[in-house]
């Protein structure tokens, strides 16, 4: 039931799901967690919500209190600007090239 929702609202939450899930040893554990991101996915809408799943599947971990943190803290919305950033080191004389280390 709580997959087929989550394939509803995109491939992230599906994700976030399915590890939630699977984090338990006795799937019914996990049954309570999967509503409430249900829940969160009908407060905040599910763009937000696709989003902050997919910020979520940055961590180790995943739980609902770190998708609600994401959504209460509107960190689901900075999810364009880390994919836009650039973690290119510019030239600079100060670094050494790959000719410095034989």
Same mark, same amino acid.
């Given at each position: 039931y709580f997959l087929d929702k989550a394939k509803q609202i995109g491939e992230n939450a599906y994700e976030i799901m399915n590890r939630i899930l699977e984090s338990r040893t006795f799937t019914a554990q996990a049954y309570k967690a999967c509503q409430g991101l249900l829940v +969160? &996915? @009908?407060k905040y809408g599910t763009s937000r919500f696709e989003n902050a799943c997919k910020r979520a599947m +940055? @961590? &180790?971990?995943?739980?609902?209190r770190l998708v609600d943190n994401i959504l209460t803290n509107n960190l689901d919305k900075q999810i $364009? $600007?880390?994919?836009s950033l650039s973690f290119i080191i510019p030239e600079h004389e100060n670094i050494r090239g790959p000719q410095a280390y034989h």
């Open positions: +969160l &996915s @009908a +940055l @961590a &180790s971990r995943v739980n609902y $364009e $600007e880390q994919t």
